[in-house]
């Protein structure tokens, strides 16, 4: 559905602080560029030109995965992000395979969620087509109770919000993100919704009046429209690859109560017209198949030899800032 906007809706979009592209340096066996105290768990995680960009975060990352026992694969996995090498075969040229770097895919690495939210950006932008989407946030009052229950709490008045009468006229669809915040000086914690939602224009107040109906307290909401694609783009990155800063990381027990109580849960939300979107499946690709860890592959002898030896070749002089390296050879000359 696509409506008009009207002069005092219009915001114009914040600029993004950085750009979405990973940053990639081409410099090998160079230390962590830290300032914290080293910890032996530090020593699972090499320096990588993957990271550069957040390296005292992961470090920070895979100290709580370890004490929160997040599960050893898990852990194994985040620290390991970019340093394993997966080889690939066309399905379409026999003798054409690729070097890929392997990659965590875990919520809490930062490169992974760059990634993840080129792709999630993609498909949001798609579904929004021609049509004008707004910004909805949605906080609750400040409490001293544990994250998990405010989350919870959080979910629950979402859910109830969209059962009611005035949400179904207003909104048929959109894409909620969950924003966590905490403020060290009282130990709260502050949780956020923000929505992309297609629809009609609602009053701010009778947002707000809804709002504080389903949750009792609170009632500060914010509502503005995005008319260029780009804002929508911005704010969809934005909140896909925002993690927790520092006033959560800093501090050993906020970080561990925050990966407890996000466990298995579901940080973003879609409903209406948005439900069906795929929004972290990695498209398939039918062009390529994963054959394994080239490491197992090589130990254990199960390619052709002159694979095992130009991948051998590979590994040893590869830079990197290459992800995906390209294995192309005429079996029958080497
Ligand atoms: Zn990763």
Same mark, same amino acid.
């Given at each position: 559905?696509?409506?008009?906007?009207?002069?005092?809706?219009?915001?114009?979009?914040?600029?993004?602080?950085?750009?979405?592209?990973?940053?990639?340096?081409?410099?090998?066996?160079?230390?962590?560029?830290?300032?914290?105290?080293?910890?032996?768990?530090?020593?699972?995680?090499?320096?990588?030109?993957?990271?550069?960009?957040?390296?005292?975060?992961?470090?920070?990352?895979?100290?709580?995965?370890?004490?929160?026992?997040?599960?050893?694969?898990?852990?194994?996995?985040?620290?390991?992000?970019?340093?394993?090498?997966?080889?690939?075969?066309?399905?379409?040229?026999?003798d054409?395979y690729?070097?890929?770097?392997?990659?965590?895919?875990?919520?809490?690495?930062?490169?992974?969620?760059?990634?993840?939210?080129?792709?999630?950006?993609?498909?949001?932008?798609?579904?929004?087509?021609?049509?004008?989407?707004?910004?909805?946030?949605?906080?609750?009052?400040?409490?001293?109770?544990?994250?998990?229950?405010?989350?919870?709490?959080?979910?629950?008045?979402?859910?109830?919000?969209?059962?009611?009468?005035?949400?179904?006229?207003?909104?048929?669809?959109?894409?909620?993100?969950?924003?966590?915040?905490?403020?060290?000086?009282?130990?709260?914690?502050?949780?956020?919704?923000?929505?992309?939602?297609?629809?009609?224009?609602?009053?701010?107040?009778?947002?707000?009046?809804?709002?504080?109906?389903?949750?009792?307290?609170?009632?500060?909401?914010?509502?503005?429209?995005?008319?260029?694609?780009?804002?929508?783009?911005?704010?969809?990155?934005?909140?896909?690859?925002? %993690?927790?800063?520092?006033?959560?990381?800093?501090?050993?027990?906020?970080?561990?109560?925050?990966?407890?109580?996000?466990?298995?849960?579901?940080?973003?939300?879609?409903?209406?017209?948005?439900?069906?979107?795929? %929004?972290?499946?990695?498209?398939?690709?039918?062009?390529?198949?994963?054959?394994?860890?080239?490491?197992?592959?090589?130990?254990?002898?199960c390619i052709p030899t002159w694979v095992h030896d130009h991948?051998?070749?590979?590994?040893?002089?590869?830079?990197?800032?290459?992800?995906?390296?390209?294995?192309?050879c005429?079996p029958?000359?080497?």
């Amino acid at each position: 559905m696509t409506t008009t906007p009207t002069a005092s809706e219009t915001a114009p979009a914040a600029p993004l602080p950085s750009s979405l592209d990973v940053q990639e340096t081409p410099v090998r066996d160079q230390p962590p560029p830290t300032g914290l105290r080293p910890h032996p768990s530090d020593a699972a995680l090499r320096w990588h030109p993957r990271h550069t960009h957040a390296t005292d975060f992961r470090i920070l990352t895979h100290r709580a995965l370890i004490r929160t026992a997040a599960g050893s694969s898990r852990t194994r996995r985040f620290a390991e992000c970019g340093h394993r090498w997966w080889l690939w075969q066309s399905t379409t040229t026999a003798d054409r395979y690729q070097l890929r770097r392997g990659a965590c895919h875990d919520r809490l690495c930062p490169a992974c969620s760059t990634v993840r939210a080129i792709r999630m950006r993609a498909v949001i932008l798609d579904w929004i087509g021609h049509d004008h989407v707004r910004c909805i946030t949605l906080t609750l009052r400040h409490t001293a109770d544990r994250l998990m229950d405010r989350l919870d709490r959080l979910y629950a008045c979402f859910r109830q919000l969209r059962h009611t009468p005035a949400w179904r006229k207003y909104v048929t669809g959109g894409i909620g993100f969950v924003e966590v915040r905490r403020n060290p000086n009282t130990n709260t914690w502050h949780v956020h919704l923000h929505v992309l939602a297609k629809g009609t224009w609602w009053p701010q107040a009778d947002l707000a009046a809804t709002w504080k109906a389903v949750t009792g307290d609170s009632d500060i909401v914010d509502i503005r429209l995005l008319v260029q694609p780009h804002a929508a783009a911005s704010y969809v990155t934005k909140y896909a690859t925002k %993690l927790v800063g520092p006033d959560v990381h800093n501090s050993d027990r906020a970080f561990d109560e925050y990966i407890t109580a996000i466990k298995g849960r579901k940080l973003l939300v879609t409903f209406g017209t948005a439900r069906s979107l795929k %929004l972290l499946t990695v498209p398939p690709d039918p062009d390529w198949q994963c054959k394994g860890d080239i490491d197992f592959l090589i130990s254990h002898d199960c390619i052709p030899t002159w694979v095992h030896d130009h991948a051998l070749a590979a590994l040893a002089t590869v830079p990197d800032n290459v992800h995906v390296y390209d294995l192309y050879c005429d079996p029958d000359t080497g």
